[in-house]
């Protein structure tokens, strides 16, 4: 009798281990996907052309308007805290909708991975 509830137990925590490693091996894979679909989402990001032109924009208009800030501040030093002031928010907003687009277009990977692991 005592056999039988030994390998009870036995089996039992057997049985718990494997669930234990089972648990464990899905959160690794739903790790690797989820960082997967960030490089991927940021790989995408810098290839898709739409991003791209957004950023290269903000900056190339971030450059213009900073040289054009100096200038006016060598004439007019008070409005240049004012000018500096819009400039960094045009940029800010430029960048955060670049921001929010990679941000949309990850969350669409990670749907569409979701949706193919079904």
């Known amino acids: 009798m005592e056999n039988q509830e030994l ?44 991003t791209r032109r957004k950023v290269k924009s903000a900056a190339v208009g971030l450059k213009n308007n900073s040289v054009d800030m100096f200038k006016h501040a060598k004439k007019n030093p008070r409005e240049f805290k004012e000018l500096v002031a819009d400039s960094v928010d045009d940029a800010s907003e430029a960048m955060k909708g670049a ?10 990977i990670q ?3 979701s949706n193919m692991s079904r």
Do not use: C, P, Y
């Open 111 to 113: 749907r569409n991975a």
């Open 99 to 108: 921001v929010s687009d990679v941000q949309d277009l990850n969350e669409n």
């Open 7 to 50: 390998r009870k137990v036995e089996k039992t925590e057997q049985q718990d281990h494997n669930n234990i490693n089972k648990s464990s091996n899905r959160s690794k894979l739903l790790k690797g996907v989820l960082i997967g679909s960030a490089i991927g989402g940021a790989a995408t990001a810098i290839f898709d052309s739409t």
